[in-house]
């Protein structure tokens, strides 16, 4: 039930992501009166049951967790209506609400979405935006419907993608963002001042799931395209190629300069403090830090020190390039 001070929330949430929303709420006048988290699951390499970040935070904030497998069913409505919650927010929880939640808050339910909507609607808004070269995104505040991320708009948070931003580095900026911009949407349903603007579905583009078959490095795209690849998937599922037939992952990368007519793409132009230079298809890409099966991450440099490269020709996980 709505008080004086605030919205009583049922919040929904899985990732690290989530994290700055939970907490903004439950510091800000808004009631938490339920969490909803997805359930327990093998982690690690040890594939040890691991709760999920929320899960963790929640319980340190004494907050009631519920981690039901799914949410159709008249069942799980029922119980999300015992909480009589004045609003849902949603934020990167991984499971579909069906109509029946979606209807149950009298505010309706509320998503923290990592874009610019109608712009990376989707599962990796995130990675997209710097996969495509975008300069701009942030995240919006949007009130759901039965389409996926297709509801009107509240409220729009802007921010410049840094130059050498991966999506680890982004994504965490984007949380903060949300945390903010959450309790300032909630602050206006209370106060009757909300306004939500439609989207335009013409302009709208899919950021679809990231896989880990996107991580091999195609050597014969463009170096600022390769550039982009290697902030887009990390930290997952982090771009790969092969050195001496062993994996090598690319953790962090740069374009850089390359002769007019060098040798095939993959091919090693020089090793030294300031990288690995990779010929390409368009330019070189020089790798700064990297993984060798088993191993830390290290400077390229280091292991530039420990072998001789210049010449050797790295090549994608499965041998095409």
């Given at each position: 039930?709505?008080?004086e001070s605030?919205?009583?929330v049922?919040f929904?949430?899985?990732p690290?992501f989530?994290l700055?929303?939970?907490?903004a709420?439950?510091?800000?006048?808004?009631?938490?009166a339920?969490?909803?988290?997805?359930p327990?699951?093998?982690?690690?390499r040890?594939r040890?049951?691991?709760?999920?970040?929320v899960?963790?935070?929640?319980?340190?904030?004494g907050?009631?967790v519920?981690?039901?497998?799914?949410?159709q069913g008249?069942?799980?409505?029922?119980?999300?209506?015992?909480f009589?919650?004045?609003?849902?927010?949603?934020?990167?929880y991984?499971?579909?609400l069906?109509p029946?939640?979606?209807a149950l808050?009298r505010?309706?339910?509320?998503?923290?979405?990592?874009s610019l909507?109608?712009?990376?609607?989707g599962?990796a808004?995130v990675?997209r935006?710097i996969?495509?070269?975008?300069t701009h995104?942030?995240v919006?505040?949007?009130?759901?419907?039965a389409?996926?991320?297709?509801?009107p708009v509240?409220?729009?948070?802007e921010t410049?993608?840094?130059?050498?931003?991966?999506?680890g580095?982004?994504?965490?900026r984007?949380a903060?963002?949300?945390?903010?911009?959450?309790v300032e949407a909630l602050?206006l349903?209370?106060?009757g001042?909300?306004?939500f603007e439609?989207?335009?579905?013409l302009?709208?583009t899919?950021?679809?799931?990231?896989?880990k078959?996107?991580?091999?490095?195609?050597?014969?795209?463009p170096?600022?395209q390769l550039e982009?690849?290697?902030r887009?998937l990390?930290?997952?599922?982090?771009?790969?190629t092969?050195?001496?037939?062993?994996q090598?992952?690319?953790?962090e990368?740069?374009?850089?300069?390359a002769?007019?007519?060098?040798?095939?793409?993959?091919?090693?132009?020089?090793?030294?403090?300031?990288g690995?230079c990779?010929?390409?298809?368009?330019g070189?890409?020089?790798?700064?830090?990297?993984?060798?099966?088993?191993?830390?991450?290290v400077?390229?440099?280091e292991?530039?020190?420990?072998?001789q490269l210049?010449?050797?020709?790295?090549?994608s996980i499965?041998?095409s390039?």
């Open positions: 039930m709505t008080t605030g919205l009583a049922v929904a949430g899985t690290e989530a700055p929303s939970l907490e709420i439950a510091a800000s006048r808004h009631r938490i339920a969490v909803l988290t997805q327990d699951r093998p982690s690690g040890g040890s049951i691991a709760a999920s970040p899960k963790e935070r929640a319980l340190a904030l907050l009631p519920h981690q039901p497998a799914s949410l008249t069942d799980a409505a029922a119980a999300i209506a015992a009589a919650p004045d609003v849902i927010v949603v934020v990167a991984g499971l579909l069906p029946a939640v979606l808050p505010q309706g339910c509320i998503n923290v979405h990592a909507l109608p712009r990376w609607r599962a808004p990675a935006a996969q495509a070269g975008d995104t942030g919006c505040i949007m009130r759901m419907e389409g996926l991320d297709t509801g509240m409220l729009r948070r410049v993608i840094g130059v050498r931003e991966s999506a580095e982004l994504e965490a984007l903060d963002d949300g945390g903010i911009a959450i602050d349903l209370v106060a001042r909300a306004a439609p989207q335009d579905d302009q709208a899919w950021a679809a799931k990231l896989t078959a996107e991580a091999r490095v195609d050597w014969r795209e170096a600022v982009r690849q290697v887009a990390n930290p997952w599922p982090v771009a790969e092969t050195l001496d037939s062993a090598l992952r690319i953790h990368a740069e374009a850089a300069a002769p007019g007519h060098g040798p095939v793409p993959g091919t090693i132009l020089g090793a030294d403090a300031a690995i990779v010929m390409t298809g368009d070189a890409l020089r790798l700064r830090r990297v993984q060798l099966p088993g191993r830390r991450v400077g390229a440099a292991l530039a020190n420990a072998r210049t010449g050797k020709v790295l090549g499965r041998g390039r």
